[in-house]
């Protein structure tokens, strides 16, 4: 089968799995191709999936058209809808993908455990199944030296952009390689209140299988929020040289059914309690420690915030009052967020126009 093209990235249409001849071991002529390259140096892409039939043969194309992409895992977590089948549809007949159904929803870090334990490839990297790759993204990343784990720019497109995105049009930037901190990952994960989300946690880096297994280092199953930024955090905390890189090799599409923009209550309050657990990490300095109990004092806001507005809507206002005054101290900031959402509601300004954005400004 061809490569694909930009217009295939773009606009894919769903492709049947094509038949191949097998050698004497049982694989594949075309899985013999990637074999050396799965061994030594290629990419394991794992996409995680839930009900994304509308979008994962166009995630699932633009993994398969990066050369540099030894296996490509879809995680399909219990869908309802045609998600599998739509996955293997996309396949390019070269022997590299691979759809995992689970029999029942296990959240977003489950599958990516799952994936890198299915898979053998020494990179990692994360594809969400509503985004996708960027033609040549892989090979600047694989050029840089010195990394355990590796980011580049992400582009932010408005789902009804996508179709008209011409890559040459998005910001390659030219500067230098720069390495995290723990405390700036930290402290790029507070989100500013009226604002489009930028955290740094969107960041879908390439990670060395290899300093994973070296730190005992999994995502976080407990979080269904949140979980990216946990692992990467540990990463850091554990001495890991993670770099970002100015060039734009992944584009985030912003949908207003994202899994992303959906935070129960209880998965804030798990990822409040990550932060604790991560200020057991050995080794981290103050700039550190001050940062992740800024951002877990803001998660654990929000997630008061959220049982007080869940418990309001499921027992009314009284009840959700006399929940919120059994700890007097926590009244005021609670209030001051009601009060805001209220402002906003009767506030809410002239919208603005829709445009891609980037993570790194």
């Not at 599409?253 to 990822?271: K, M, T």
């Not at 200020?279 to 929000?302: C, F, P, V």
Request: aromatic share 6%.
């Amino acid at each position: 089968m061809p490569p694909a093209t930009d217009e295939d990235l773009f606009n894919p249409k769903p492709r049947r799995c094509e038949c191949r001849s097998s050698d004497a071991s049982g694989e594949t002529t075309s899985q013999n191709r990637w074999s050396a390259m799965t061994l030594h140096s290629g990419i394991c892409v794992i996409i995680p999936a839930w009900n994304a039939e509308a979008t994962i043969v166009r995630a699932v194309t633009s993994a398969l058209a990066q050369p540099q992409v030894a296996e490509v895992l879809v995680v399909d977590d219990a869908s309802t809808d045609g998600t599998a089948q739509s996955a293997t549809d996309a396949d390019d007949g070269s022997g590299r993908l691979r759809v995992l159904c689970q029999p029942r929803n296990i959240g977003p870090a489950a599958a990516r455990n799952v994936a890198i334990d299915a898979s053998t490839a020494p990179l990692l990297a994360i594809l969400d199944s509503d985004d996708f790759l960027l033609p040549g993204r892989f090979a600047p990343l694989l050029a840089t030296p010195g990394w355990d784990a590796i980011a580049d720019n992400l582009a932010f497109v408005p789902e009804d952009q996508v179709a008209a995105l011409a890559p040459a049009t998005l910001d390659h930037g030219t500067a230098s390689p720069r390495r995290l901190s723990l405390a700036e990952f930290v402290l790029g994960n507070i989100s500013v209140a009226g604002q489009p989300r930028a955290e740094l946690g969107f960041v879908k880096p390439v990670i060395r299988r290899s300093f994973l297994a070296a730190h005992g280092l999994r995502y976080d199953e407990s979080l269904r929020l949140g979980e990216d930024y946990a692992l990467y955090a540990r990463i850091l905390a554990r001495g890991g040289a993670f770099l970002t890189v100015a060039r734009c090799g992944y584009v985030a599409v912003e949908r207003a059914s994202s899994l992303s923009g959906c935070h129960r209550g209880v998965d804030l309050a798990n990822l409040a309690a990550s932060d604790l657990a991560l200020l057991g990490e050995d080794g981290l300095d103050d700039s550190a420690r001050r940062a992740i109990r800024r951002h877990r004092d803001q998660t654990a806001a929000k997630a008061r915030h959220r049982r007080f507005l869940d418990m309001r809507r499921a027992q009314g206002l009284p009840a959700a009052l006399a929940q919120a005054l059994l700890r007097p101290h926590q009244v005021p900031p609670l209030a001051f967020a009601i009060a805001r959402d209220k402002w906003r509601d009767r506030h809410p300004g002239a919208p603005k126009p829709a445009q891609v954005r980037y993570l790194f400004a």
